[in-house]
């Protein structure tokens, strides 16, 4: 929950995040660039800060066929972002997920895929280590029409331990392919776990929570680790525009909710990308 730039989430590696990819199977290589903003890029719940960032990445994926019941799955990537205003949340992410996919019906799969990540931040206080792993399941409802639902545990090791988390992740989606090059995604995500959150110097209200507690020039304030129960509601949509070059946009509307208050945040993303 509390990944230093959650939000983007979207970055990450949702990776973002939390929408699938397009559902044809795909073996590959890929590259990208894409333009994002946040509304409340430090989880303040007093005085909200909004920035917005430029990302590029390359990644290798390789999706279950369907051809037979068990295959395999692989998805490396390596990621780089900037921010306009805070520069100190600039980052680099590389990511490994093997997974193995069965399919117990034509029309039903299940992905079981551990991963591992790592990310450098130049506010070096937020670069963590992270593991987990995610259990998903998808139903082709029609030959346009799917849904899904999934579990992720992740485990991040920051070096700050303010900026460390775990979190259990519940995810659901329903997606649409209007054609074949255009696709559209609904989902639905709660987290629940340990999340970072900006708070007045002079507040009072962490009792208990000193251990916790720690003074963040990035932003400027004092920031907490605090258990929290987050929603997030999106649309994710994209367009092939030929057999390798495609775009994609996305939008998430997220409430973050505690002891301390509700913060809330709208997140979203364009990108263009290449597959060889």
């Not at 999706?63 to 019941?69: L, N």
């Not at 991963?115 to 399941?137: P, T």
Request: charged share 20%; proline share 2%; aromatic share 14%.
């Amino acid at each position: 929950m509390r990944n230093k730039t959650k939000s983007i989430g979207i970055s990450c590696l949702f990776i973002g995040i939390f929408f699938l990819a397009h559902p044809q199977a795909f073996a590959g290589w890929e590259t990208g660039v894409k333009a994002g903003f946040d509304s409340n890029i430090n989880r303040s719940l007093e005085d909200e800060k909004s920035d917005t960032y430029f990302s590029g990445y390359i990644s290798f994926a390789r999706e279950a066929t369907g051809e037979s019941r068990l295959d395999w799955t692989l998805a490396a990537s390596l990621e780089g972002t900037l921010f306009a205003s805070l520069a100190d949340l600039n980052y680099g992410i590389v990511g490994l997920a093997p997974g193995v996919t069965f399919f117990p019906h034509p029309f039903c799969s299940i992905n079981i895929s551990p991963f591992v990540q790592a990310k450098a931040v130049q506010d070096s206080d937020q670069s963590a280590i992270a593991f987990g792993g995610k259990l998903g399941l998808k139903q082709q409802i029609r030959d346009n029409l799917y849904t899904g639902q999934y579990y992720i545990y992740k485990d991040s090791r920051a070096n700050a331990d303010t900026y460390s988390f775990t979190e259990n992740v519940f995810g659901l989606f329903l997606g649409v392919n209007w054609t074949r090059a255009l696709f559209t995604e609904f989902g639905y995500e709660l987290s629940r776990g340990d999340s970072y959150r900006t708070i007045s110097t002079t507040s009072t209200a962490v009792s208990g929570r000193g251990m916790n507690r720690r003074y963040s020039t990035t932003f400027g304030s004092d920031v907490i680790r605090e258990d929290v129960d987050q929603h997030a509601f999106g649309i994710n949509a994209g367009i092939d525009w030929t057999k390798s070059l495609f775009s994609h946009l996305s939008y998430t509307y997220t409430t973050i909710k505690g002891d301390l208050g509700i913060s809330t945040s709208h997140a979203g993303f364009i990108g263009m990308g290449y597959r060889f």
